[in-house]
């Protein structure tokens, strides 16, 4: 049952990323001025980050219940690890980045973001085969 539930909440974070991913911002960018985009974004990504770390924390909670330590584990920690360091490090150096103007170190910290989020969503893949 327990195990179940983890695959549930494997799967709604997946489902969260895909539907920021290919729904919430693209229609915020061609939606909104530049200027409320960036106000927009900047309310609703911490609120992303946040609520997909919470979730993946409970998934690695149960697998330390369940003393499941292995590939799936590790992947859950790294996904784990990259809401944290997204949330926590990158946005708010691509904040600063975009704030003064930087454009070069404000693409290069975006790209990263959104590789993070693309690997972020292969190990969830990977955690429902």
Known sequence: MIEQISIYLIAMILGIMLFFSFVIAPVVFTTLDEDNARKFIRRIFPFYYNVNLGISLIVLIIFLILSKIGLDFYLILAITLLF?????????????????KQ????????????????????FLVVLLI
Request: glycine share 0%; no cysteine.
């Open 84 to 100: 944290a360091t997204s949330n926590y490090l990158l946005m708010p150096m691509i904040n600063k980045y975009r704030d003064e």
């Open 103 to 122: 454009d070069k170190k404000f693409k290069y910290s975006h790209f990263i973001s959104v590789v993070i989020n693309f690997i972020q969503m292969i």
